[in-house]
């Protein structure tokens, strides 16, 4: 979780002390549709994820993206 | 909607008068979420018969198109644009007709296949759009596809209880040219392995 909270504090430009699991889309102003896509090519790359298309719009919080991290 | 070539996961868009009766009734409910309302520029819930007269104008006028958008066989977007052709230009405007798809990256995908529609089907010389100032997410996607604000009309449009800016963006097909590359990265990610159909004339 540390990892991906990195990865998100990185992308969205924000302090790490403002990301939680719970933190959702509609809390980040930067969370736009290309960050998004930025956090998934991320998270993938370096969390060793897959998520497939049509289940990228299910992922609307930070912890939402464990359930595709292959070895947490 | 029958192609066996699809794929689960492929997005394709479909001429709403190319469809069921069950999606032009779904249109006027998807269109009347609060959630969609809220962004456009008339915000008041459309009636049945409103409906029935914009579907109308629809099959009249043909610079007038309103696609709706798949993945697989899940609609996910409602994308439509008016043409003009003395000028060689395009509006355009969408929306997702759910509120979780709200920056998920479905808006880079049909933005992505209006402006590949728009210059290389359509040959137009403009793609523009007008977006309520204070939506700021989508006028940060538009910069992000290359368009430039061309303006901000000051207090244009009359809500109920104040007025709103409105902004104007548009991109020519040399910014678009370049900037598809940087999408279509973006888009590898998201997509995988499965494509994004064309928007094409009605059947």
């Known amino acids: ?72 | 909607m029958d192609n066996d070539k699809l794929k689960s996961g492929d997005v394709h868009f479909h001429n709403i008068l190319d469809l069921d009766a069950e999606y032009i009734s779904n249109l006027r409910n998807w269109r009347n979420q609060d959630f969609v309302r809220e962004k456009m520029f008339n915000q008041g819930l459309i009636s049945e018969d409103e409906h029935g007269k914009f579907i109308e104008h629809l099959r009249e006028i043909s610079e007038k198109r309103l696609y709706i958008c798949f993945i697989g066989e899940k609609a996910f977007g409602v994308l439509d644009y008016n043409l003009f052709i003395n000028n060689n230009s395009l509006e355009f405007g969408y929306y997702l007709i759910e509120q979780g798809y709200t920056n998920s990256g479905l808006g880079i995908v049909m933005e992505y296949a209006l402006l590949n529609h728009a210059f290389y089907d359509l040959n137009v010389h403009k793609v523009f759009c007008r977006t309520l100032s204070n939506n700021e997410k989508v006028i940060s996607l538009h910069k992000n596809f290359g368009f430039l604000t061309e303006g901000v009309m000051k207090q244009h449009i009359k809500m109920v209880n104040r007025y709103m800016d409105v902004t104007i963006q548009a991109i020519y097909e040399s910014i678009w040219r370049d900037n598809r590359i940087v999408i279509e990265k973006l888009l590898k990610v998201m997509l995988g392995n499965n494509n994004i159909g064309r928007i094409e004339e009605r059947c």
């Not at chain 1, 549709?33 to 289940?55: G, T, Y």
């Not at chain 1, 719009?57 to 912890?63: C, D």
């Open chain 1, 1 to 72: 979780m540390e990892k991906l909270i990195e990865i998100v504090a990185e992308i969205l430009n924000v302090d790490k002390a403002n990301i939680s699991p719970e933190t959702s889309r509609d809390d980040i102003p930067a969370w736009d549709s290309f960050n998004h896509i930025r956090l998934i090519a991320e998270a993938e790359d370096q969390l060793d994820a897959k998520i497939p298309f049509e289940k990228i719009s299910e992922i609307r919080k930070v912890s939402d993206f464990l359930n595709y991290v292959k070895r947490k």
